[in-house]
């Protein structure tokens, strides 16, 4: 039986509520700052998006934000390409919050720690009364930490354990799996046990069925692969299967409940 798979920080760290962040270079009273400077915790090897909480003192707009750090990857949202702005725009008024996103991937041999991240950014504290985004261009640094942790256990993850299908027609059904740790390529997946008389097959007759959007898992992302389960010649009841997922030279095996109706 597989362990279940735990998420244990590498440190504790206090998420401060900091605004500003920073002193922007051209203004002694900064009209927008970072608000909490410790990001979601990621996992070596994986790649997501990252939000990052910003507040404004004043009315500013044209906002734009660059990341970058040691060993870090970062893109940007397909509408800016080259920074990241606010999520409801590129204005933000004064006494208001709103985030901004950026895409961050991490090598699969980073190293349990805290990664500061150095924002970058730039904004126009609008003039009193503008209608327009009119007034004092300024520009600003702010650092965040980026905590990247370890996961204890299997390198993946079986989130689906029960499944209930219905004896008067077979279904198609999804299992959904995540990846913990990197390495998970080529995943076969079977399902087996249970009572006589249930037919299990798998996409295309193969005889194993594997994840939906590629062969193998991306960490801490989620994909499901599909099993067909005929139960039509079985008994209204609870029953436990055998899930083995098989990649590289490893083989893993978790419980599985079906309830037929």
């Known amino acids: ?25 051209s203004a002694a009273a900064p009209d927008l700052g970072l608000v909490v400077p410790v990001l979601a915790p990621m996992l070596p090897g994986q790649t997501g998006w990252v939000s990052t909480m ?23 949202p397909t509408n800016t390409r080259t920074y990241t702005s606010l999520a409801k725009g590129d204005s933000l008024a004064g006494g208001r919050l709103d985030y901004a996103a950026f895409n961050v991937s991490l090598n699969p041999t980073t190293v349990i720690s805290l990664v500061p991240l150095q924002l970058t950014y730039s904004y126009v504290a609008k003039n009193d009364g503008a209608t327009g985004c009119v007034g004092t261009k300024r520009t600003g640094t702010a650092t965040a ?22 004896k008067s027609t077979p279904v198609w059904t999804q299992l959904v799996f995540q990846a913990r740790k990197p390495g998970v390529g080529d995943l076969r997946v079977t399902v087996s ?6 037919v299990v097959s798998y996409p295309g007759d193969r005889a194993y069925t594997s994840p939906n959007n590629a062969a193998g898992l991306t960490v801490g992302t989620d994909d499901f692969v599909a099993v067909r389960f005929d ?3 079985v008994a209204a009841g609870t ?4 899930v083995k997922q098989a990649y590289g030279t490893t083989t893993d095996t978790n419980e599985l409940t079906l309830v037929v109706t």
């Not at 039986?1 to 270079?25: D, F, Q, T």
């Not at 029953?239 to 055998?242: A, G, Q, S, V």
């Open 1 to 25: 039986m597989r362990r279940s798979a735990s998420i244990a920080l590498a440190c504790a760290a206090g998420a401060a509520v900091i605004l500003p962040a920073a002193a922007p270079a």
């Open 54 to 76: 910003w507040a404004a003192t004043g009315d500013v707009c044209d906002v734009r934000i660059t990341a970058g750090g040691t060993g870090v990857a970062v893109t940007y």
């Open 145 to 166: 930490t980026l905590p990247v942790v370890s996961a204890t256990g299997d390198a993946v993850v079986q989130k689906t354990t029960t499944v209930t299908v219905q």
């Open 193 to 198: 046990g249970g009572p006589q008389g249930l």
């Open 231 to 233: 139960a039509t010649g």
């Open 239 to 242: 029953y436990k299967l055998t």
